[in-house]
């Protein structure tokens, strides 16, 4: 198999890339694994590329800068799968931009994006459970096109549920009639 994944988000503990790093220590398979932020603790960064220069040969993993914000969902479109082992996320934008751009994520549990393996958009994984994110990259790295056109028109799907307007309004006007 073969595939790529992308991680987009400042360069701090608190979004875990170390995590999303080493969890592709055990994989097989031909990996590109890009990262995109900028880099905000030298200290935490050089953490990620001491576990960059462990991986296996078969992966590979790039820091590709900032990307341009009139071109998020162009080049989140052209990767395999989102990954985003975040420690927290009151909304997580770049989990929707993600989902929006047609691209699959596997997640932490601790963003509001629940429910996305039901959904066939991704996953969203306790963070103690690495072996639960293993299994979710190795599942994106041996799925067939068909299965990956699949899970691409369910994360626009997902994210279009999740923003659908006529639900917020009828939302908004049941909460409002409660007052």
Same mark, same amino acid.
């Given at each position: 198999?073969?595939?790529? *994944? #992308?991680? +987009?988000? =400042? ?7 170390? &995590?999303? !790093? ?8 031909? #990996? ?10 030298? $200290? ?7 576990? $960059? &220069?462990?991986?296996? %040969? ?8 900032? $990307?341009?914000?009139?071109? #998020? ?8 799968? +989102?990954?985003? %082992?975040?420690? &927290?996320?009151? *909304?997580?934008?770049? $989990?929707?931009?993600?989902? *929006? &751009? ?11 994006? =629940? ?18 994110? !293993? ?5 994106? #790295? ?30 908004? !006007? ?6």
């Amino acid at each position: 198999g073969k595939a790529s *994944f #992308v991680f +987009f988000s =400042r360069i701090v503990p608190k979004k875990n890339l170390i &995590s999303a !790093i080493k969890y592709f220590d055990t994989i097989d398979g031909e #990996v590109n694994f890009d990262i995109y932020g900028p880099i905000e603790d030298d $200290i935490y960064w050089k953490e990620c590329q001491d576990a $960059i &220069s462990k991986l296996p %040969p078969n992966i590979t993993v790039k820091h590709k800068g900032i $990307i341009d914000h009139d071109h #998020v969902f162009e080049v989140l479109s052209q990767y395999d799968a +989102f990954l985003f %082992p975040t420690w &927290s996320e009151n *909304f997580g934008h770049v $989990i929707s931009e993600a989902l *929006f &751009s047609e691209c699959p994520v596997i997640i932490s549990d601790q963003t509001p994006w =629940r429910g996305l393996e039901e959904a066939g958009a991704g996953w969203d994984i306790e963070l103690d459970n690495s072996s639960k994110f !293993i299994q979710a990259i190795n599942h994106v #790295v041996h799925i067939d096109d068909n299965e990956q056109l699949k899970m691409r028109s369910h994360s626009k799907k997902y994210a279009n549920s999740k923003f659908n307007l006529e639900n917020l309004k009828n939302e908004y !006007i049941k909460a409002l009639n409660t007052l």
